[in-house]
């Protein structure tokens, strides 16, 4: 597997990062450093500082003294997420209506899924869509806010991965959702953004719940 990026272990952890995210979310495989190493050709100190690093995102879970391990979410886990994440991204969004502004940063990562959609690339529209969301969040100036939403999105990553690498929602969707709630934040329409979130929040859970009853 080619790795190319601006250091080695940046790229075992951006390699391995979209393995979990497209294939291995859900499985609750185990990941270990040798196995690491194995699989990407480098040696036990650089799979070390990928695994770690994707430990601190909450990509993977400790599993005692064995390594880390993929985390499976179940339906209740998903429901949880998504309303918790429906709370706060949608005063998240309301807030910036107030102010009519959109982060350039947001607007970008949209034109970015939009390239990965056309493309054909699973794990770019789930990263995309991810940073979309963060973007809009930290964009409200709320230490706070941002700070819960980030505790979030971890497994928000895990669940847009097995979204799109079930193929339950296209990227253009996505991004004619995205472009929808800043339209709404950009009218000053607080309760349109609101609404508008909800459904895109909903609608990419609901798709994800009936693909796990029907597994």
């Given at each position: 597997?080619?790795?190319?990026?601006?250091?080695?272990?940046?790229?075992?952890?951006?390699?391995?990062?979209?393995?979990?995210?497209?294939?291995?979310?859900?499985?609750?495989d185990l990941v270990t450093e040798v196995g690491?190493?194995?699989?990407?050709?480098?040696?036990?100190?650089?799979?070390?500082?990928?695994?770690?690093?994707?430990?601190?995102?909450?990509?993977?879970?400790?599993?005692?003294?064995?390594?880390?391990?993929?985390?499976?979410?179940?339906?209740?886990?998903?429901?949880?997420?998504?309303?918790?994440?429906?709370?706060?991204?949608?005063?998240?969004?309301?807030?910036?209506?107030?102010?009519?502004?959109?982060?350039?940063?947001?607007?970008?990562?949209?034109?970015?899924?939009?390239?990965?959609?056309?493309?054909?690339?699973?794990?770019?529209?789930?990263?995309?869509?991810?940073?979309?969301?963060?973007?809009?969040?930290?964009?409200?100036?709320?230490?706070?806010?941002?700070?819960?939403?980030e505790i979030l999105m971890a497994e928000a990553?895990?669940?847009?991965?097995?979204?799109?690498?079930?193929?339950?929602?296209?990227?253009?969707?996505?991004?004619?959702?995205?472009?929808?709630?800043?339209?709404?934040?950009?009218?000053?329409?607080?309760?349109?953004?609101?609404?508008?979130?909800?459904?895109?929040l909903f609608s990419a859970r609901d798709k994800?719940?009936?693909?796990?009853?029907?597994?």
């Amino acid at each position: 597997m080619p790795l190319a990026t601006r250091s080695l272990s940046d790229a075992v952890q951006a390699a391995l990062r979209e393995w979990i995210v497209t294939e291995g979310a859900g499985t609750g495989d185990l990941v270990t450093e040798v196995g690491v190493a194995a699989r990407f050709g480098v040696a036990r100190p650089t799979a070390r500082v990928a695994v770690e690093r994707l430990l601190a995102e909450g990509l993977l879970v400790r599993d005692g003294r064995r390594g880390a391990r993929v985390p499976v979410l179940t339906a209740d886990d998903v429901r949880d997420l998504y309303a918790s994440r429906s709370l706060l991204e949608r005063e998240a969004h309301a807030r910036l209506a107030g102010q009519r502004t959109i982060p350039a940063e947001a607007s970008a990562a949209n034109t970015r899924l939009r390239t990965h959609a056309r493309s054909g690339d699973p794990a770019g529209i789930a990263a995309a869509d991810v940073e979309f969301h963060r973007r809009l969040v930290a964009a409200t100036g709320s230490r706070r806010l941002d700070r819960m939403h980030e505790i979030l999105m971890a497994e928000a990553h895990l669940c847009m991965g097995q979204v799109q690498h079930r193929h339950l929602l296209a990227g253009t969707v996505i991004a004619d959702e995205h472009d929808g709630i800043l339209q709404a934040i950009t009218a000053g329409e607080a309760n349109l953004a609101a609404e508008r979130t909800t459904g895109h929040l909903f609608s990419a859970r609901d798709k994800l719940l009936a693909a796990l009853d029907a597994s």
